[in-house]
């Protein structure tokens, strides 16, 4: 099936730093892609739509000057959390569908994100 | 997009079939249903999807009534590596590309 590549892992950053966590589709072509964060033992809960081309759409309560979303192309997401704190610490996720093939979504690996 | 309602967790032993349902009460007609298996600190993996009746794969079966108000998603013999937390979704294939909304899933525990 389709693969979803993010990168990376995990990071550490000091409080303050901005951090940048990229969302690759390896063998397919994006033009939306989806950002997720999930907290310790709960569900994903939907951030932003990450539109090719175009701004990205935000779910409210999601600051957007906080969590830059870049969609330069078909295949490549980004997602930079800006002036992260401590209480972004959290497990980033991506999804993606490939529209010429599936109806289902795959989702990249995640980003386990520490903020110090 | 319709919510979902499972059970928050279950039980089990190795080697035997679980069943997990979810409703969907609220579910529109061209809504597929769709469930995902995610391990800690992974991102989901795709199970199984489907849009009536029965459908089958190598690791699942996803059985839907014929009113599409819920769905069972069945696990032939699990074993100790298929605890793990387990989501069921629904959604517009085509006019979502894939924006899904995730409910608390199922916590599956597979016991020696």
């Known amino acids: 099936g389709a693969v979803v590549s993010q990168h990376p892992s995990w990071v550490i950053c000091k409080s303050g730093t901005s951090v940048k966590i990229e969302c690759r589709s390896l063998d397919f072509q994006a033009t939306t892609m989806f950002w997720y964060r999930q907290f310790p033992k709960q569900s994903l809960m939907l951030m932003a739509t990450?539109?090719?081309?175009?701004?990205?759409?935000?779910e409210q309560g999601v600051e957007k000057d906080k969590f830059l979303i870049n969609h330069a192309s078909l295949t490549l997401s980004t997602l930079t959390v800006t002036s992260a704190h401590p209480e972004d610490s959290s497990f980033y996720i991506c999804?993606?569908?490939?529209?010429?093939?599936?109806?289902?979504?795959?989702f990249g690996q995640g980003t386990r994100l520490t903020v110090v | 997009l319709a919510k979902t309602t499972q059970p928050i967790s279950m039980d089990s032993y190795e080697g035997q079939e679980v069943n997990i349902t979810c409703s969907h009460n609220n579910i529109a007609t061209n809504d597929y249903i769709t469930w995902y298996q995610q391990f800690p600190s992974q991102g989901p993996r795709f199970i199984i999807q489907?849009?009536?009746t029965k459908v089958t794969n190598e690791v699942a079966s996803l059985f839907i009534p014929a009113d599409r108000k819920s769905s069972t998603l069945s696990l032939p013999r699990v074993s100790l590596s298929d605890t793990a937390v387990y989501y069921c979704l629904v959604g517009d294939a085509n006019t979502n590309a894939g924006k899904s909304t995730f409910g608390d899933g199922t916590t599956l525990t597979v016991k020696p």
């Open positions: 489907g849009y009536k």
């Open positions: 990450s539109n090719e081309g175009s701004k990205a759409t935000y």
């Open positions: 999804s993606a569908r490939d529209l010429g093939t599936n109806t289902e979504a795959f």
